[in-house]
């Protein structure tokens, strides 16, 4: 009777369990088919399971600003060890007496000793995470219901394991046996439990089975309704991940077909974005390194994934629920003609009126792109990557923010008035200065620049960007760069008035009409260069040339005027005087470091001029902080909080060096801009690592060099 009470429960439960597994599994599967092969490398996928899944390699990292959650590694590996004796537990309900125990005993007593350590090093581990939640209280962890729920069950599983066994044991003591030295926790237990009587014991021992099984059953048809649904989500999200040196997989989009312009409903993201939000274990790592929500705004990584899955969760539980009330209204209106009746029933028209609600319920819900997620939240994101650099199950959140803000952009034509004047500069003027485009050689005037009419056919092309020929700041940065090269004999040469933006800060903004018009000229304006090497200062020039211009045939070796300055160095074609003085400090390009995983050749360039003193910010190589000019807000008022740019500045100011070196445009006119807002500009300078060199170089006219280069 006790096995068949417990197979039919344990059947019941099991029939719950996976038919929600199913319904979230076909919301997932309700989103666009995802551009990239999932399945690829097979056996590289399963390495990250075992490394980022079973290892947790990433939950183990620290962090500036983020500290390792060691008890959540002991909270998974020791429920993982459970987890054996518990289906063990639950095998013996079903077949009485097929147990591990009936392993030898050279297996199965370590293994139970394991079990039963891990028992109490969980239940110890999960206080402390309720100490942790409600005295320590991290930032962005708070204790709520749903926490308290998890950390209840967790812990009444590993007291109920205990108690089964210890109760078992005391029952083999009070009929004579002795405690096995292998469970040494559930021994000492029973230790403590006896004497007991034999009949006392084996009340206790099925009370705590059944307790058991109970907290089991309830927990695992608990899990996909709290947020250990990443328990079910983490696994496949990891394997599924995306693992090329595109990070920012953004797809191309068709334009011709207007059935879908970015995304503005849910279904519209690929399964791979939906499955993203049910591997999300908030551990709040990506709000607490995002740029954005650190000065203010209103954006929040964890708080957008989990809007994605509430939206989709919801749409897909009314949808059901309308699909269930029209086949109640069918059966009842069937009912009805059988019968011959004149009016509706009084079922039949409660039924009509609970669809009409639920229909306008769905119906009034506020739309996801711009209204469950606000545009301001949208408009807020850098696309720095901070969040999608330490999120421990690989969730793509810049990704997300992009789609949305096509759809915002192309379809809903809710753009902000800076970008609108942006998008019109770069259309009459080919950048987004909007200065007239027959300027756009101005900068090299008295150097001795190569064009490519001038020297068809160079080693490189020297990409200038937009910032490096129009802006005063930066056209500094980019004469520095001539200087170099020259310096170095290199054979380069720029295209000139037919080089245009690349798109970036179109792309990067949703509006994906422009770039795509802007990619196209570009690659052909390459093409026609016969473009094979390219070199550029720009991050984001390189990171649109480089991982997005292939999407349209442009498939060039683009390199970051830093990576080729070092290898200069490193080939003996570069060199300083070697007479740098003074403390330096570097601040990482996200474009460059985290998107393009660039963090060496810059500091290995100022080690090569030979500054004496570098120093590191607190937030630096990976976890650097952004400048705030990423993602097209480079053209875009900060309305909200503090600046970005001035967070980053008060982490220079606080390392005490003279210089901060920065390898991009933006993070330059950002960072120029934030000394000033501080007043330090005239005590610390902001030098571009390219001119770093430049000042270094033995002084030599630029242009006898130049010269030289051209006779050889
Ligand atoms: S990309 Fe940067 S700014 Fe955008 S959400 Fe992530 S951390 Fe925040
Ligand atoms: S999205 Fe990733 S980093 Fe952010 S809370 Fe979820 S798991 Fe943590």
Redesign the pocket.
């Known amino acids: 009777m006790t096995q068949l009470v417990f197979i039919l429960l344990l059947a019941a439960s099991l029939v719950f369990f996976a038919r929600t597994v199913w319904l979230f599994g076909r919301a997932a599967a309700a989103g666009v088919a995802d551009p990239r092969s999932r399945v690829d490398d097979l056996p590289g996928r399963l390495a990250d399971v075992g490394i980022y899944f079973f290892g947790q390699k990433k939950v183990a990292e620290e962090g500036p600003q983020h500290r390792t959650s060691k008890h959540h590694l002991f909270i998974f590996w020791g429920f993982l060890v459970i987890t054996i004796g518990t289906a063990d537990v639950v095998v013996s309900g079903v077949v009485p007496g097929l147990s591990l125990a009936l392993l030898p005993g050279a297996i199965y007593q370590p293994l139970y000793a394991l079990i039963d350590v891990s028992n109490l090093i969980v239940l110890l581990v999960i206080g402390w995470a309720f100490i942790r939640r409600t005295v320590v209280k991290p930032r962005l962890i708070p204790m709520n219901l749903d926490a308290g729920l998890i950390l209840g069950a967790i812990g009444a599983l590993m007291v109920t394991h205990l108690l089964y066994h210890a109760y078992g044991i005391a029952g083999e003591m009070a009929a004579g046996g002795r405690a096995p030295g292998w469970m040494p926790i559930s021994s000492l237990v029973a230790r403590g439990l006896a004497p007991l009587t034999p009949e006392a014991a084996a009340r206790g021992h099925a009370i705590g089975y059944w307790l058991h099984i109970l907290v089991l059953l309830s927990f695992l048809n608990y899990l996909p309704y709290s947020k250990h649904i990443?328990l079910l989500g983490a696994l496949p999200n990891i394997f599924a991940r995306n693992r090329s040196a595109r990070r920012m997989d953004l797809p191309k989009l068709d334009l011709e077909d207007d059935t879908q312009w970015g995304v503005g409903r849910f279904e519209q993201f690929s399964w791979k974005s939906l499955l993203d939000t049910y591997?999300?274990?908030?551990?709040?790592?990506?709000?607490n390194y995002c740029p954005a929500y650190n000065t203010g705004k209103n954006l929040s990584?964890?708080q957008l994934?989990h809007d994605i899955r509430y939206e989709m969760l919801d749409r897909v539980e009314l949808a059901d629920e309308i699909a269930e009330l029209d086949r109640e209204v069918a059966r009842l209106e069937q009912f009805g003609a059988e019968r011959g009746d004149d009016h509706p029933s009084p079922d039949l028209i409660d039924a009509r009126a609970r669809r009409e609600a639920a229909q306008h319920e769905l119906d009034t819900m506020p739309k996801m792109t711009g209204g469950r997620i606000a545009e301001d939240t949208l408009w807020a994101c850098t696309t720095c990557g901070a969040?999608q650099e330490?999120?421990?199950?690989f969730?793509e959140?810049p990704l997300k923010i992009l789609q949305m803000r096509q759809n915002l952009v192309l379809e809903q034509e809710k753009t902000p008035g800076e970008l609108q004047r942006t998008y019109r500069n770069i259309e009459r003027q080919s950048n987004p200065w909007g200065i007239g485009n027959d300027k756009r050689m101005d900068w090299a005037q008295d150097l001795d620049v190569p064009t490519i009419e001038d020297h068809p056919d160079p080693e490189y092309i020297l990409w200038v960007g937009c910032a490096g020929a129009f802006d005063a700041r930066i056209i500094k940065q980019t004469r520095a760069m001539v200087k170099v090269l020259n310096a170095a004999g290199v054979d380069y040469a720029v295209l000139g008035h037919s080089e245009a933006c690349t798109g970036d800060p179109a792309r990067r903004t949703g509006n994906e009409m422009l770039f795509q018009m802007l990619a196209e000229q570009n690659v052909e304006a390459l093409k026609t260069a016969n473009a094979k090497k390219v070199v550029t200062s720009c991050p984001h020039c390189l990171h649109t040339l480089r991982h997005d211009y292939p999407q349209f045939g442009g498939d060039f070796e683009v390199v970051h005027h830093t990576q080729l300055i070092d290898h200069l160095y490193k080939d003996g074609k570069l060199k300083t005087d070697k007479s740098a003085v003074g403390t330096i400090t570097y601040h990482d390009s996200c474009y460059l470091g985290r998107w393009n995983r660039e963090f060496d050749a810059p500091r290995a360039v100022i080690e090569a001029v030979g500054v004496p003193n570098v120093v590191e910010m607190a937030r630096s190589r990976r976890h650097g902080f952004c400048c705030g000019a990423g993602g097209g807000r480079m053209f875009m008022e900060e309305h909200d909080g503090t600046r970005v740019n001035v967070d980053r500045t008060d982490e220079v100011i606080a390392t005490g060096a003279e210089a901060v070196a920065v390898a991009c445009p933006f993070c330059n006119i950002m960072m120029t801009d934030g000394m000033k807002q501080r007043n330090v500009d005239d005590k610390i300078a902001v030098v571009d690592i390219a001119e770093l060199v430049a000042q270094h170089l033995p002084d030599v006219p630029v242009e006898r060099l130049a010269r030289r280069k051209k006779d050889v």
């Open positions: 990443h591997a999300c274990t908030e551990c709040a790592r990506c709000t990584p964890m994934v969040c330490v999120c421990p199950v969730i959140h």
